[in-house]
């Protein structure tokens, strides 16, 4: 408990001359017009923290009284949730803490639309129900003409957890040994599976299978062959893996997790399963990650081959937990504008021409060392990410900056997350888009220090 006495008075607000007497009151710097326009926005639970803060600073000493204004706009988040907008400068495509794919600006226009009430299950013509998800359903199977039918989950992991669950509980699943993969964060995928009541019937070793062992495999209680993609790993030497077609003819659906999200192949990444092929060569079942190569948002798809795969899709739909796998209106808007408006920014990224990502280097290098950067272009090697084409590098480009300039640009507004190479911060320009180059630089001035002040310590002045 607190004990406020005439002693501890004096010592926290001080004599009349002492400016922690001046720090201005909580209403009346929530009412200052860009103060109180903050709270409009963010709401003043959020400003009035911030607000606190700023007048212990100011009764600390560590600013005066007439900056309390100015510290609590500094202070004040760009929204109300607490995440921050980062330029990815690493040259990894899909870069799983920056929450992998960029969205397009068609799909965040879809998503901005419907985060208010919108018709996601009503036809309007009718007035009568309308079924959720039709148009993205209908875009992707558009996308995907060999599907027969299609359905979305919240991600990857949950499509296989719900085609695991409504075909193979109580059942068996073969799978390779050598497909058995941990896709990351210590999730596995035969955790996974057996997760949904269903038992694992593995075959084969860790580097190789044939399709004996899978055909001595089945029998009455198989449920289906499950196909994993190794998207995050490369297993070389004496291996041998047996592919869908030679799976086929063995009696039991087959059901692949192509992992990426690939609808059709792509020249650059003959290693890639797509979903169009993959059906093609005689897949039952597709399962696939919506935020990945297909650079949407986070969802997870199934895909049905005509007849019979198209029959499992409808019975998973209706599956009990296909509902508490559903995804939400955001998603359906974002997924359906990613297939059907312009082409998103991984796609963009990943077929940048190389020259001209050497060109926007140059540029970039040139200009900021007209403002006293040390700043040099330099090749660069990217990556596609988000645990998919492993072994695959992309040519790219990059200005490459003093290592020191790494923590200052993380922690900048907006912040730009680089790669450290050979004691270097390099900013890799693949995975940015063009437009975003004036902001790059703007952000790398930001933080460099004033011309003509030396910085031996490897301290950054802004
Ligand atoms: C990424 C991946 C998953 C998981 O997908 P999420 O959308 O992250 O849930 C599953 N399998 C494979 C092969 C993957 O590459």
């Known amino acids: 408990m607190r004990k406020a006495g005439p002693s501890e008075e004096s010592a926290v607000t001080g004599p009349a001359t002492d400016p922690r007497r001046r720090v201005p009151r909580t209403d009346v710097v929530l009412a200052e017009p860009r103060i109180a326009e903050a709270v409009e926005r963010l709401g003043r639970e959020l ?31 760009a929204t109300a949730a607490g995440l921050r907008p980062v330029l990815n400068a690493t040259g990894v495509l899909l870069h799983t803490n920056l929450g992998r794919a960029p969205l397009s600006a068609a799909a965040r ?26 148009g993205a359903i209908e ?38 040994r050598g497909e058995l993969v941990e896709i990351g964060d210590g999730f596995r995928i035969p955790d996974l599976l057996t997760s949904t009541g269903a038992r694992l019937r593995e075959v084969g070793t860790t580097n190789r299978v044939h399709p ?6 089945i029998g009455p209680d198989t449920a289906f062959i499950l196909k994993v993609h190794p998207s995050n790993f490369l297993v070389s030497g004496f291996t041998r893996a047996v592919d869908i077609p030679a799976l086929t003819g063995l009696g ?15 020249p650059l990444l003959p290693g890639e399963p797509d979903a169009a092929s993959t059906l093609a060569a005689g897949a039952t079942l597709v ?22 795969g198209a029959e499992l899709v409808q019975r998973i739909r209706r599956h ?104 270097r911060c390099l900013l890799d320009l693949r995975a940015l888009p063009p437009e ?27």
């Open 47 to 77: 400003v009035k923290r911030a607000v606190v803060a700023a007048q212990q600073r100011a009764r600390r000493g560590e600013i005066t009284p007439e900056a309390v204004p100015g510290a609590v706009l500094d202070a004040l988040p």
């Open 109 to 134: 226009e879809a998503l901005s639309l419907a985060a208010g009430t919108c018709d996601v299950e009503l036809d309007l013509t009718t007035g009568g129900r309308g079924r959720r998800g039709h």
């Open 139 to 176: 875009a992707l199977l558009a996308a995907v003409p060999g599907a027969g039918a299609a359905h979305l989950a919240n991600n990857g992991a949950a499509a296989l957890a719900l085609v695991a669950t409504a075909l193979a509980a109580g059942r068996e699943i073969v799978i390779a």
């Open 212 to 217: 004996a062992d899978y055909a001595d495999a």
């Open 252 to 266: 039991a659906p087959v059901v692949a997790d192509i992992g990426s999200g690939l609808l059709a192949p792509h």
């Open 287 to 308: 399962t696939a990650s919506g935020d990945k190569l297909l650079g949407g948002p986070q969802a997870g798809l199934l895909l049905g081959a005509p007849g019979v």
């Open 320 to 423: 009990p937990l296909a509902r508490a796998m559903r995804v939400d209106k955001l998603t359906l808007a974002a997924f359906e504008a990613t297939l059907r408006g312009p082409v998103p920014p991984t796609r963009t990224a990943l077929d940048a021409d190389p020259a001209d990502l050497r060109a926007r280097a140059r540029r970039l290098a040139a200009l900021l060392a007209g403002h006293g950067v040390e700043a040099e272009a330099v090749e660069s090697a990217a990556t596609v990410g988000g645990g998919g084409a492993p072994g695959v590098t992309l040519p790219s480009a990059a200005v490459a900056l003093p290592e020191r300039y790494a923590a200052a640009l993380r922690s900048g507004d907006p912040a730009v997350l680089g790669r450290l190479e050979h004691g």
């Open 436 to 462: 975003a180059d004036a902001t790059l630089a703007a952000a790398v001035r930001a933080v460099a220090p004033a011309r003509g002040n030396n910085c031996q310590n490897g301290v950054i002045h802004s």
